[in-house]
């Protein structure tokens, strides 16, 4: 019986790390820029606050997004975020602020300041959007970092959008913490939001 038992362990343990390879490696294949593809609207997916203050991710996000921006004068944006505990406004807000300040003009700007989750941050993005365009397939540009974009383009796909990568950086000493967090969110997402 104890054989059988670790033999047990010694297969999900297997099995763990093959799922952690393979996801792993979607995560690397997906965080390539496709940016060079038409869109009709980008969204910058919230990273958090630090009471009142942008968090290096959210900054390095919303950098990416004004490059973008600088060069499709054409194109709104979303800003979405909503207000969390430990946070003195919503994300969307101090967004939108950033931007303004960079000198994107606000009626370039479409606050979503709902949501606590990349799936909330799609879905209130899809719905404010289906309102103002009615095309069968909206195309979005999603400013996210690498590691973040498999997720948020398997997301936005289930919720109904054509979505393009535009990927912002990560400072090297994220990235670890980063990739290992974003893989328990995929598992999470697989099994609750798809």
């Known amino acids: 019986m104890k054989r059988k038992i670790i033999s047990l362990f010694k297969i999900l343990g297997v099995l763990w790390f093959l799922s952690f390879i393979l996801i ?3 995560i690397l294949i997906n965080g390539v820029s496709k940016e060079y593809k038409e869109v009709d609207y980008v969204v910058v997916l919230g990273a ?3 009471w009142d203050k942008l968090s290096v991710t959210l900054r390095e996000r ?7 921006l600088e060069k499709n004068k054409h194109i709104q944006v979303v800003v979405s975020g909503g207000q969390g505990p430990d946070e003195a406004t919503s994300e969307a807000l101090a967004m939108e602020k950033y931007l303004i ?3 994107i003009s606000k009626d370039r700007i479409i ?3 709902k949501s606590t989750s990349t799936y909330e941050n799609l879905k209130n993005t899809y ?3 289906r309102k103002k365009q009615k095309k069968e397939k909206i195309r979005l540009g999603i400013v996210t970092n690498r590691f973040h974009q498999f997720r948020a383009g398997l997301l936005a796909k289930e919720i109904g959008f054509e979505s ?3 990927v912002s950086k990560t400072k090297i000493y994220q990235i670890p913490k980063y990739y290992i967090r974003e893989y328990f969110a995929i598992i999470k997402s ?4 798809i």
Do not use: A, P, Q
């Not at 919303?62 to 973008?68: G, I, R, T, V």
């Open 111 to 113: 606050k979503e300041d």
């Open 101 to 103: 300040n960079k000198g």
């Open 190 to 193: 697989l099994l609750y939001d």
């Open 24 to 26: 792993e490696g979607l």
């Open 127 to 129: 719905d404010i959007l």
């Open 62 to 68: 919303l950098d990416k997004s004004y490059e973008y």
């Open 164 to 166: 393009y990568s535009i």
């Open 48 to 50: 958090g606050l630090k």
